[in-house]
């Protein structure tokens, strides 16, 4: 079965400093992958997919992400920490034939100001 | 649109009850899922649907039910709770594959199980 591996539950940035997120995928075929954002109390949002179209996703809230292949990792990056980023980031992986997805364990980030 | 919809926010189940957990889109997406999120693993599949009528086991199945009998409502069922049902659980929803269509997520139902 296809997973990823979130490196570090919990990642602490202070306001305008670069924000990296990492995934690592385990996939005999090139995976599809997403990022997952959850804000407190809510369910979940796409920030981000790839599907083989380009290495480098942008997704929406200045949120890109970076597939490499020959590293298995798919990092999530901004530039510049907002207060309003604060919140659990997940990255996922879908099953070969679609149907299922597999979420990585979550990042909570926290923005100091 | 409401998009994802879940009934009952909140439960707390007596071991050994039953419960069914509702879940509404009203977007006309083919595909339903039901998930549950426990702390430190993230959001595991329990069980879904490719269409009405139909459903499948995901990756954690064990002492859940589902049924799909209109398009727009998925029904997850808990014949006899158990402590380690305790969790929050999400519905979602997408177009066809969600590998290629977003999921759109509910915003969840905390269960405890006593």
């Known amino acids: 079965a296809q997973s990823v591996t979130q490196l570090g539950s919990h990642v602490s940035v202070s306001e305008g400093a670069l924000v990296l997120l990492r995934c690592n995928y385990s996939s005999s075929v090139p995976p599809y992958l997403f990022w997952y954002v959850q804000y407190p109390n809510q369910g979940l949002q796409l920030l981000l997919k790839y599907t083989s179209a380009a290495t480098l996703v942008k997704g929406i809230n200045g949120f890109e992400a970076e597939f490499k292949k020959s590293e298995t990792s798919f990092h999530l990056t901004k530039p510049s920490a907002h207060m309003s980023d604060a919140a659990e980031y997940f990255c996922a992986v879908s099953s070969n034939t679609g149907n299922q997805f597999y979420f990585g364990t979550g990042t909570s980030l926290t923005v100091i100001p | 649109n409401a998009g994802v919809t879940q009934t009952p926010k909140f439960r707390v189940l007596k071991t050994g009850q039953s419960m069914t957990l509702l879940c509404a889109q009203d977007?006309?997406?083919?595909?339903m899922y039901w998930y549950r999120q426990d702390p430190g693993m993230g959001l595991r599949l329990i069980h879904y649907?490719?269409?009405?009528?139909?459903?499948a086991k995901g990756e954690v199945p064990d002492g859940y039910n589902v049924s799909r009998l209109k398009k727009q409502n998925f029904l997850l069922g808990l014949e006899s709770a158990a402590p380690s049902q305790t969790s929050v659980y999400f519905c979602?929803?997408?177009?066809?594959?969600?590998?290629?269509?977003?999921?759109?997520f509910g915003p969840g139902t905390r269960l405890t199980v006593l």
């Open positions: 977007m006309n997406h083919e595909y």
């Open positions: 979602a929803s997408s177009y066809s594959l969600a590998s290629v269509h977003e999921q759109f």
């Open positions: 649907s490719v269409g009405e009528g139909t459903t």
